[in-house]
């Protein structure tokens, strides 16, 4: 009977501590749920759309682990005999904190991962590009949001079968899930409207409308009462009510390029953190009055953003500067930024992803998705470059070996207007613009813009061959189908 006993005690302690830590008091957890403090079990993954690889940062000490490499870079992925994933962009994990699923848009596939051995133990292929996946609070289920299509793939928790579809507007672009695992709340990056959703049958029982078409991320508050979500091409951010009938509750003008949004709780209160990316910084939002309490610059084109398990830290991808930046939340200062691979994308903080050993199992050093160079362009001024502090517009030259995948992240422009990314003949502009990219601004003013090619040897300096010009990047107007004169030129 003692013998009984004790064993009831172990599964009971067992089964309390993996219910604790299958949901923190952060998001996307309940706040009735305890707080996990950061230690060098917990991980922070970034999925990086340039090198196909999964970045594992030690958060204890703030140290990149290593990459998890799911695909090649470019030109190697372009051959019809390539068998990785492409464009690796969203992130999710399980509520039991051993898995992360990460999406490959390009490759439309749902990668999943041991946390513990950062081993890809299945791939789930969907539809045509997903973009983002999460797990249901209670593990079951998968949701992954096919942005390509118009619906939900929703993928068995366990065997990561597809099992049904849920059919909603084009373009689903991220779904998140009520703390209390009630409602599925999915927005859309084609459609002006946002979806909710029962989770017990799959039923739409909630619209929210969207100020614009292009929703990229949302975030529900840990004490259920609110969802928040971003628009990129507008630049503000929304809050709706997270209960029927899902009324609207604030609006708020973020800035361009705004990008991914989430939720801290910590001693000063409950806080949603917004990544601004045409402006490099993070805004800071109490979540009970929506005032906005804190701007934190944080380099080149913040894009994805998780809490630590206890809410003293978030995370936030530098997506043009290859970086991990940690934030303390209590001070809203930069503490550290981690080099990691290219592009990154989404984030996600997983408290004790790695209860044993030190978790280095299936990574790679950094080497090539390492390697770029970042650049500015800043406004023409009376036919010679502005100040360069500022600028405008950042350029990253993600090196791929022998060519580089550029990305502008350009504002400062006219909204709704046609222009080009080029390469001039000289510092100021003038001489002939051979273009790389045509582009078409957001309501904003503002665009990400990518181009592939051996641009780094023509404009960077030092770097030109013997013989060989050097060329200078811009941003022309459009005009009758040619570029004009540029408004933007490379800072030198």
Known sequence: MKRTSIL???????????????????????????????????????????????????????????????????????????????????????????????????SNSVSFIDTQTNAVKHVTYVGRSPHEAFFS????????????????AVLDGATYD???????????????????????????????????ISVSDHKIVGKVTQASPFCPDLAATPDGKQVWFTLKDVGKTQVFDAHPPFALIRTLDTGPITNHVNIVKNAKGMFAYVTVGGLNQIKVFRTDDFSQVATIPVGN????????????????????ADAMAAIDTLTNKVIATVPIGQAPQAVTYVPDAVPQGDGTQNTQPLGLAGMSVHLALVPVASGKPADAANAPTTVTLFDQGLVQVLQAAATGLQPKQAYTLGLADHPDGSGNVEPLANFMTNPAGAAIVNALGQIRQLVTPGTNSAGDKSRYLVIAPQVSGKPGAPVQVQSL
């Open 8 to 106: 009831t005690s172990a599964l009971t302690a067992a089964a309390l501590s993996s219910a604790q830590l299958a949901s923190a008091g952060q998001a996307p957890g309940s706040l009735s749920d305890p707080d996990i403090p950061v230690s060098h079990h917990d991980r922070v993954y970034a999925a990086e759309q340039f090198s196909n690889t999964v970045s594992v940062i030690d958060p204890a000490d703030n140290k990149l682990i290593g990459l998890i490499r799911l695909g090649d870079p470019s030109p190697g992925n372009f051959s019809p005999l390539y068998k990785g994933q492409l464009l690796v962009h969203g992130m999710g994990f399980s509520p039991d904190h051993r898995t992360i699923a990460v999406v490959s848009i390009g």
């Open 301 to 320: 084109l913040p894009h994805g953003i998780w809490p630590s398990g206890d809410g003293s830290r978030v995370y936030v991808g530098l997506e043009n």
């Open 162 to 196: 597809e099992k049904t579809r849920i059919t909603v507007p084009a373009g689903p672009g991220m779904t998140i899930f009520s703390p209390d695992g009630k409602y599925g709340y999915v927005c859309s990056s084609f459609n002006p409207e946002t979806e909710v």
């Open 137 to 152: 609070p209670d593990g079951k289920e998968v949701w992954v949001t096919v942005r390509g299509e118009n619906y939900v």
